[in-house]
């Protein structure tokens, strides 16, 4: 496997030391300073710019969308600038009779703003490709972390997996700091409310000396309880926060093991759904395709 991750194609476009258990049962517990640090990883230097990223956006679009598809509008800067490209493509005439799935109520604004026609998602909906962007995207096998703290619009990783899964191509867009050989930092876990220590104390037995679960909140700073204001999604579920303080060796395994608990609804790891990310750096930008899909639109 390991020879696997190092191959992958690519079409090329010119232009600290462990930390303590964190115990939930006591609810008055102060957060650790040692683990603040850890709950959104060290930011990699940016190295470009939006006109890089919106490159990618355009080029997403001219690669993937064709005449008549349905197309899953994803959540984030470089889905914007995508969607903001469609729409203009569709005025144009370059396209025709596309519609857009937004996954969230941003994507689903900036559509209407660009004219997009737009579709509501329901379960076994045909969607014939998705772009969204990512938080960190693995080399390789482009398995991906979704829904960390700090991206407008995105208030429910339950919609945006599911439109993935169902699109019969996905595409990541991202900047090249996002394109990491391993994944790490947090893997946000949605869960019930009820009992929810109980499940962040199940996770942390999961996870422990590897990771930190923390609830998020909704304003301020984070801590294993949440504060008094935790935040609570659409949905009605709490957001974990499971805060890998190494690469995560194995994806699938954490995956597995997340899914196992009953009272986990979701998690923010994509591991099966993505065929491409357009990945955004200096030297120009890349399609890098998954070593594990094959399914392509050709270019015309």
Known sequence: MASLLSMHAVISFPSPSPVRKSSFSTFNLPAPSPIASLHTPVPRPCITNAATLEDASKQTVDYFVRNGMTVGLGTG????????????????????DVRGVPMSSFSAAEAAKAGIPLFPFEEGSKIDFAFTDADVVQEGTLFAVIGRKGVPGRESIIKEKAIASLANQFAFIIDEPKFAEQLDGAVPVLIEQDNWIETAEEID????GDAEVWRRPTFGEAGPLGGDFPLITAEGHFVLDLIFTSPISNPVKVAESLESLDRVIEHGLILDAV??????????????????????????
């Open 77 to 96: 800067r470089g889905s914007c600038m995508a969607i903001v490209y469609l729409g203009q493509k569709l005025r144009a005439g370059g396209l025709r």
């Open 205 to 208: 037995d999961l996870f422990l």
């Open 275 to 300: 065929y491409a990310a357009a990945v955004a750096s200096l030297e120009g930008v890349k399609i890098r395709t998954s070593l594990f899909k094959n399914s392509f639109t050709p270019i015309e």
